[in-house]
């Protein structure tokens, strides 16, 4: 698509309505192959480029690089084979130099993976410790908030609060049978939406495909939830990408079989584990400047005779 602009008629170029148009059609994941198809012909019978050799071949090619093509595709940890190599290449390059020996290398590598295995356990010590903050009382954002690490939260919460409180999202109406209930919803693009919801397996099935393709569910089925008067996120919709870690303990809330959630907040709790991280992010800052780790203890020590007076014995 980068390469457009070169490949169109000089009467063309300064078209922004083709480009505005060829690229809604073919970035698109919410359409199905057909529409894509029918879609191309269109735009380009209308601007005259059916008989463009450039076009008709990336066309040959569409289920090779056209996303409507990969609708059923788990993308959620796919990136690009050049993109991937980059970001190595940029990562590997802090720590080696390409006249480094074998040995060195082999040192330099060491070294990268035990800095990215101390992010990682970083991250997972903030999500033990971090107290998200909810924007509604449903029940089922703060179940969102005890399952969903960080900022993958965050885009859980914001399709929550669109997906129960916008008008521009809601159920137009539902069809059931024994086995079966199906959903109609809207969005804000005026779309609609087909939710279906197996009774048997207790499980939902929307035919935007967000949830099969990146793990994350989408407002249609977040807006039948809501309908259905559910509390909980049900199991088989919670993904496992964007899952906090199984060792990280939650300190703000919990939930049991009977779909009430108890956000019961332990500030004691709360406030010694934030001055824990405090110190440890002081400390990790500090690491290395004798002068500073020196300046820290001697304000620890003068913060300790503050608070506890001279000569307090702590006990175990």
């Known amino acids: 698509m980068n390469k457009v602009v070169d490949k169109l008629p000089k009467n063309m170029l300064g078209s922004e309505q083709l480009k505005k148009e060829l690229?809604?059609?073919?970035?698109?994941?919410?359409?199905e192959p057909d529409a894509f198809e029918e879609t191309w012909h269109a735009i380009m019978k209308r601007y005259g480029l059916a008989n463009n050799d450039w076009f008709s071949s990336m066309f040959a090619s569409r289920r090779f690089w056209v996303p409507a093509f990969f609708r059923d595709f788990p993308m959620s940890s796919l990136i690009k084979t050049t993109s991937l190599s980059e970001s190595q290449?940029?990562?590997?390059?802090?720590?080696?130099?390409?006249?480094?020996?074998?040995?060195?290398f082999y040192m330099n590598y060491n070294h990268a993976?035990?800095?990215?295995?101390?992010?990682?356990?970083k991250l997972e010590y903030y999500d033990s410790t971090k107290v998200p903050i909810l924007r509604t009382e449903l029940e089922i954002e703060k179940h969102a908030s005890t399952i969903y690490s960080g900022s993958d939260y965050n885009a859980i919460q914001e399709?929550?609060?669109?997906?129960?409180f916008s008008l521009?999202?809601?159920?137009?109406?539902?069809?059931?049978n024994r086995?079966?209930?199906?959903?109609?919803?809207?969005d804000k693009d005026s779309n609609s939406w087909t939710v279906t919801y197996s009774i048997g397996d207790d499980t939902y099935f929307c035919g935007c495909k967000k949830f099969e393709r990146l793990d994350l569910l989408c407002s249609h089925i977040f807006c039948v939830l809501k309908y259905k008067f559910v509390k909980l996120i049900p199991e088989k919709l919670r993904g496992g990408r964007w899952l906090k870690s199984q060792f990280v303990k939650l300190i703000h809330g919990g939930f049991c079989d009977d779909q009430e959630i108890h956000l019961v907040v332990d500030k004691k709790k709360i406030a010694f584990k934030n001055l824990y991280a405090l110190f440890i992010e002081t400390t990790q800052s500090i690491e290395g400047n004798i002068d500073q780790i020196n300046a820290f203890a001697a304000i620890m020590e003068e913060g300790k005779k503050q608070l506890l007076g001279e000569g307090v014995i702590?006990?175990?």
Do not use: H, P
């Open 314 to 316: 702590l006990s175990d």
């Open 179 to 186: 086995e079966i209930e199906v959903y109609n919803v809207k």
């Open 23 to 31: 690229n809604a059609c073919v970035w698109s994941e919410l359409i």
């Open 113 to 121: 993976l035990e800095t990215q295995r101390s992010n990682s356990a």
């Open 89 to 104: 290449n940029n990562f590997f390059k802090r720590y080696s130099k390409s006249r480094a020996n074998l040995m060195k």
């Open 168 to 176: 521009s999202c809601a159920t137009l109406g539902v069809s059931t």
């Open 159 to 164: 399709v929550i609060v669109y997906a129960c």
